[in-house]
């Protein structure tokens, strides 16, 4: 899905970004940690996590990425397990500038409620938008 995303992007004439986003599928019951998931998801709406200017010279290198920091392995997944603690569940957004030599990659996060770990499903979009000048806030 991201791949061909990023094909289309590329081949495109217009400067394109890709928007990528997943979200997990919620529990349906009551931990301990609502309350504390409830207040984050609330601060986080209003100013996202942010994790900007990644760089990633290949697909495959972006993917790995996306799954270490998905999963709170490098600097950047424990970084944001650390501001999305207990059983709070991050959903993502990336923004994904496919350069010709890299695709540069900021990504945003909100920490909510706890997601249905027996599911284990994710809600996930890819949609191709115009460019806007990287400088400029999300």
Not at 41 to 48: G, I, L, M, S
């Amino acid at each position: 899905m991201l791949s061909g995303a990023i094909e289309t992007a590329r081949s495109d004439k217009s400067a394109q970004r890709i928007i990528f986003k997943s979200i997990p599928e919620l529990s349906k019951k009551d931990t301990d940690d609502d309350q504390s998931c409830d207040r984050l998801e609330q601060a986080t709406r209003q100013k996202p996590l942010e994790f900007d200017d990644k760089r990633f010279p290949t697909v495959d290198d972006l993917t790995d990425w996306i799954m270490d920091f998905t999963q709170g392995k490098g600097a950047d997944g424990k970084s944001l397990y650390k501001q999305c603690p207990g059983k709070c569940s991050p959903q993502y957004t990336w923004w994904i500038y496919p350069e010709k030599t890299e695709l540069l990659v900021k990504a945003r996060v909100i920490c909510g409620l706890p997601r249905d770990r027996d599911s284990n499903k994710y809600q996930l979009s890819i949609e191709l938008a115009p460019a806007c000048p990287v400088a400029q806030s999300q």
